[in-house]
């Protein structure tokens, strides 16, 4: 078998539903080569042909059937994408039709139910979120910092914005940061205006080497970015956090769901958003 697989990811919404199903499924096989395709929108049997011309033609030009994740809602245009020359897998004859079977009531077959604003309560938490989150990221302010539902602490690129902002974006959570400055380090104590928040906050730490190549990228030859800082602050901020008894993660080799699902769990943080 080829190391090199095409994979289509076709949704009559954004796609986000069947892309995250579908590459947790492909994760599984790290030795494959998947190549996506993400095909959104596709809610009518014009746009379902043209979507098959493309599997077809990935297939005439690899001789190897592509993989096709499907979560169409639409009886008539799922029909059409089951002609594609490849493996369909569709999300809904897969899972919903057995679970109507179960539950003895028919689905409502509607379009676009997880990421849509059909849900006011949940939109409106996570837009409320976002906005408060992007206020409060590195810091920039102190007013409101009580309403955080969790404040992420550490030293500068450890990985506290995209943690903070992914927490918002799928959990509803309001997440403020703030980062460890020299100042913060020397004192070998937490910002003043953190210690009424301690029940709070979190810090995140990252090896020297893994942030002295981050830093580089963003400011290469500055001591800002170099190894012997860069050991320096991730060593005085940990010491820092152990002794203000904050628990802290090490996100040099998780991802960015797992730190926060991890910070959602043992935080016993109530998720807003589904």
Partial sequence: MSQRKRVFFVSDRTGITVEGLGSSLLSQFAEV?????TMPFIDSIDKAREAIAQVNEAHRESGERPLVFSSIVDDAV?????????????????FIVPLE???????????????????????????????????????????????????????????KTPTCLYMAMQFGIKAANY?????????????????????????????AERLHQIRSERRPDSRYAALENCRFEVSAAERLMRQAQIPYLDSTTKSIEEIATHML??????????
């Avoid at 020359?85 to 999300?91: P, R």
């Avoid at 769990?265 to 589904?274: D, I, K, P, Q």
């Fill in 78 to 94: 799922r029909a059409e994408i089951s002609k594609a020359d490849g493996l369909v897998l569709d999300v809904f004859e897969r």
């Fill in 33 to 37: 080569d998947f190549v996506r395709v």
């Fill in 179 to 207: 980062p460890l400055i020299p100042e913060d380090l020397e004192a070998n104590r937490l910002p003043p205006s953190l210690l009424p928040l301690k029940s709070k906050v979190w810090g995140l730490s990252i090896t």
């Fill in 265 to 274: 769990h043992e935080a016993h943080l109530v998720r807003r958003v589904y």
């Fill in 101 to 159: 079977q179960e539950l003895g009531v028919k689905s409502m077959h509607a379009v676009g139910r997880t990421h849509s604003v059909g849900n006011a309560k949940d939109y409106n938490h996570r837009i409320e979120a976002i906005n408060y989150t992007l206020a409060h990221d590195d810091g920039v302010t102190h007013r409101g910092l009580e309403q955080a539902d969790i404040v992420l602490v550490g030293v500068s690129r450890s990985g």
